[in-house]
């Protein structure tokens, strides 16, 4: 199954490890995902200054860390990562103009 998750352009760029970790694995014990059918509101909710974004294409399959679906905005499901993203397990990386 693929999931996606949204970086900011300059976050990725200083990314050069194996393992990605989002800020809010560190805050929140997560990091946050979306399925394909909701990535287009999730970017206008929360990323509609950035201008340009880098969403990661997840095979959760893939995935080292624990994935989990759990209700989060407006009672909807939302796949949520309990570890940092081995590099592997991202199949796609796409630049999005909002």
Request: glycine share 6%.
């Amino acid at each position: 199954m693929l999931i996606y998750h949204i970086v900011l352009l300059d976050l990725w760029a200083a990314f050069d490890a194996g393992l990605y970790r989002a800020a809010s694995l560190e805050t929140e014990g997560f990091i946050h995902c979306s399925f394909a059918e909701q990535l287009d509101a999730v970017l206008a909710r929360y990323y509609s200054g950035a201008g340009r974004v880098i969403v990661l294409e997840i095979e959760a399959d893939k995935l080292m860390s624990r994935t989990l679906n759990e209700t989060s905005t407006n009672s909807e499901i939302y796949p949520h990562i309990y570890g940092p993203i081995n590099r592997d397990a991202i199949v796609r990386t796409f630049e999005r103009k909002i």
